[in-house]
């Protein structure tokens, strides 16, 4: 297996990378205010969901985690802004999932620190 930098690591698995596309696509459809960018966004998002769920019912992680938790009400807030276009529960949905994408990377971050003393 190939050895990524320690700096990119967080985007080896295609959730994260669904996730950072997703994030992205929101945040230029607030500025720019393009349905279907956010379309688009939800779309990556959902792919996120469903693979979290699939590792969920594999037993490789837990249900009950911080991130998860604010993934799911940034996930069903900005659900709602497909309806109700406010912007205020769009910037809402992006500064949860930016909550969560720094939650993601410093688990990772963590567990390389971790991986790394053991090794010593």
């Known amino acids: 297996m190939i050895k990524l930098p320690k700096t990119i690591r967080f985007f080896r698995k295609p959730d ?11 945040l230029f459809s607030l500025i720019l205010n393009f349905f279907e960018l956010k ?9 996120t969901l469903c693979y979290e769920i699939f590792e969920i019912s594999k037993g490789n992680r837990d ?46 971050r963590k567990k390389d620190l971790e991986n790394l003393r053991r090794r010593k």
Not at 86 to 97: A, D, G, M, P, Q
């Open 16 to 26: 994260h990378i669904a996730f950072l596309i997703g994030y992205s696509a929101i």
């Open 39 to 47: 379309l688009g966004g939800m779309i990556c998002f959902t792919f």
């Open 63 to 108: 249900i009950v985690k911080i991130d998860h938790i604010t993934f799911v009400i940034a996930y069903a807030i900005l659900l709602i802004t497909l309806w109700y276009n406010y912007s205020t529960l769009t910037i809402l949905s992006l500064v949860l999932f930016g909550f969560t994408l720094a939650y993601e990377i410093y688990t990772v």
